[in-house]
């Protein structure tokens, strides 16, 4: 079966310093991928997502970047914090197979605290 | 472009009454309708979808007709429990795409 996973849980970092969340996806192959951040009281906004490795569509203009270095690892990163960057990070993956595959899985979800 | 509109939350409700979170979008074509669910402290957890118009998915009690007249996927539960307690969400995965577009989410707490 597949699995998904996200670390860390949970992070508070100081406004400037750098960031880096991991999601890693076991039991499948070749799936999109998908970061999402939920603020705090508001729904969830799709920041990247990914088709294959080193292929990044990002969504939204910020100061964070995603890579893919490896099929099943994606990675969300920051040189520098904001205080609007606080929230709840989820990765999601789905199969990139057909049509009717194109449910998303997410994982558990790392909490970020700004500060 | 689409865009996904559910009812604000919170819903304060006591055990065994009726649920109903409505949902309405705006979409090109034919989407895929979703509601999802997130229990306290956790990810997302598909709770059900449908994928044509008329459709019901239906899972845990729960139900939501894919309705294209009225551009609505309202969810439904006729008896909720204390466990029901959450938020939930829901979204559209355009006809030609990968990408889903949530709605803002509705909590929900259930009182005993």
């Known amino acids: 079966s597949q699995t998904i996973h996200q670390w860390p849980a949970t992070l508070v970092q100081p406004v400037g310093s750098p960031l880096s969340l991991e999601c890693t996806v076991e039991?499948?192959?070749?799936?999109?991928l998908y970061w999402y951040r939920q603020a705090a009281g508001r729904g969830l906004q799709l920041l990247f997502y990914?088709?294959?490795?080193?292929?990044i569509s990002s969504e939204v203009p910020q100061n964070l970047s995603a890579s893919r270095p490896q099929d099943r690892q994606f990675i969300l990163s920051s040189k520098k914090l904001l205080l609007s960057d606080s929230g709840f990070y989820l990765c999601?993956?789905?199969?990139?197979?057909?049509?009717?595959?194109?449910?998303?899985?997410f994982g558990p979800g790392t909490r970020l605290t700004v500060t | 472009g689409n865009s996904v509109t559910q009812m604000e939350g919170p819903v304060t409700l006591s055990e065994e009454a009726f649920l109903t979170i409505n949902c309405t979008y705006t979409?090109?074509?034919?989407?895929?309708l979703f509601w999802y669910v997130q229990y306290p402290g956790e990810g997302l957890q598909l709770l059900l979808k449908?994928?044509?118009?008329?459709d019901k998915g239906s899972n845990k009690g729960f139900e939501a007709t894919y309705r294209k007249e009225t551009t609505s996927f309202h969810l439904e539960k006729g008896s909720v429990q204390v466990s029901d307690s959450a938020v939930y969400f829901c979204?559209?995965?355009?006809?030609?795409?990968?990408?889903?577009?949530f709605g803002g989410g509705t909590r929900v707490l259930v009182k005993p």
């Open positions: 999601a993956w789905s199969v990139s197979r057909n049509r009717d595959s194109y449910e998303q899985y």
């Open positions: 039991g499948t192959s070749n799936p999109n």
């Open positions: 990914s088709v294959g490795i080193g292929q």
């Open positions: 979409a090109t074509g034919y989407p895929s």
């Open positions: 449908a994928t044509k118009a008329d």
């Open positions: 979204a559209l995965r355009e006809a030609a795409g990968n990408k889903l577009t």
